[in-house]
């Protein structure tokens, strides 16, 4: 079965960073592209960012600049180092690995990480 397995979140001040993992496991890893995504309450889920199998890579404006997202397939992980963090980034943060590609239920999903930005 596939599992995504997040860590990481947690609370920081303004000005702070968090670090994001996501370990993959029950798929072909380095095949899938990776994203994280993220949902406030009250809002509709949007996608952060997003790195394929080859290694391109694409963000919402919000977060150009201050925000990576980088592969390590030995590990099956995909990571999100969030820099200058601002209350604006408070939400709960999803891994997704997207294999539609391959069949159209390859679409996995993690069970969010909490990211708190306050002072």
């Known amino acids: 079965q596939v599992q995504l397995v997040e860590s990481g979140g947690g609370l920081v001040q303004p000005g702070g960073s968090l670090r994001l993992s996501c370990v993959a496991s029950?798929?072909?890893?380095?095949?899938?592209?990776m994203g994280w995504y993220r949902q406030a309450p009250g809002k509709q889920r949007e996608l952060v960012a997003r790195i394929t199998s080859g290694g391109v890579t694409n963000y919402v404006d919000s977060v150009k600049g201050r925000f990576t997202i980088s592969r390590d397939n030995a590990k099956n992980t995909v990571s999100l180092q969030m820099n200058s963090l601002k209350p604006e980034d408070t939400a709960s943060y999803y891994c997704n690995a997207d294999g539609t590609f391959i069949r159209r239920e390859f679409d996995y999903w993690g069970q969010g990480t909490q990211v708190t930005v306050s002072a």
């Open positions: 029950g798929l072909m890893f380095r095949v899938y592209t």
